[in-house]
């Protein structure tokens, strides 16, 4: 059983890696069929062809046997390791708080993949709202009486929103990888 350690960061590049050569190795041959009075398979002779494609077979499973424990150990460094990150408020001030929080790297990273996605397309569906009405209120004006209800003031503040999203996924990215780059992982195989 080999035993390595290493820091999170290389740990992501690794397992980029390994996944990389476990596909390349899944697309090997590893089975022919030929005839019975076939001698050479692929330019060797079949009992040639045959160790190659043992081992490339055992090369395979080591790779996979090393990526699940290198990926168990990135999933516990996820849990247990935490980073400060600014408290998020609302849409109206994500970053205006001086507040922070500590939270795991695994909150972090469900945390931006949920800003990313989820308020992202909130704030994108709100502008989208914002300029629907701005032109519907173009086509009325000086035709007849037009109000425009805008009680949250969101015209104001959601161009903000969307750069104080993005500045915030920014500074996660920047905690994760000052975290990623010092935390150590241990690993067997």
Not at 28 to 54: C, H, M, R
Not at 111 to 121: C, S
Request: net charge positive.
């Amino acid at each position: 059983m080999k035993k390595e350690t290493i820091t999170l960061r290389e740990g992501l590049r690794l397992l980029n890696t390994l996944d990389r050569k476990i596909k390349s190795r899944s697309e090997d041959t590893l089975i022919a069929v030929y005839s019975k009075d076939t001698f050479i398979l692929d330019g060797l002779t079949i009992n040639q062809w045959e160790e190659p494609a043992k081992d490339k077979w055992r090369s395979l499973n080591n790779k996979i046997k090393k990526r699940n424990a290198l990926k168990n150990a990135i999933l516990r460094a996820n849990l247990v390791n935490t980073i400060r990150v600014p408290k998020f408020v609302s849409l109206d001030s994500v970053i205006k708080s001086d507040e922070t929080e500590e939270i795991s790297f695994a909150e972090a990273i469900a945390r931006k993949a949920y800003y990313k996605e989820t308020l992202q397309k909130i704030v994108n569906k709100i502008k989208s709202h914002i300029e629907d009405n701005n032109h519907i209120y173009e086509q009325f004006k000086g035709k007849t009486e037009v109000v425009y209800n805008d009680p949250c003031y969101l015209w104001k503040s959601i161009s903000v929103s969307r750069e104080n999203i993005a500045s915030y996924l920014k500074k996660i990215d920047r905690e994760l990888d000052k975290a990623a780059a010092k935390t150590e992982i241990t690993f067997e195989y």
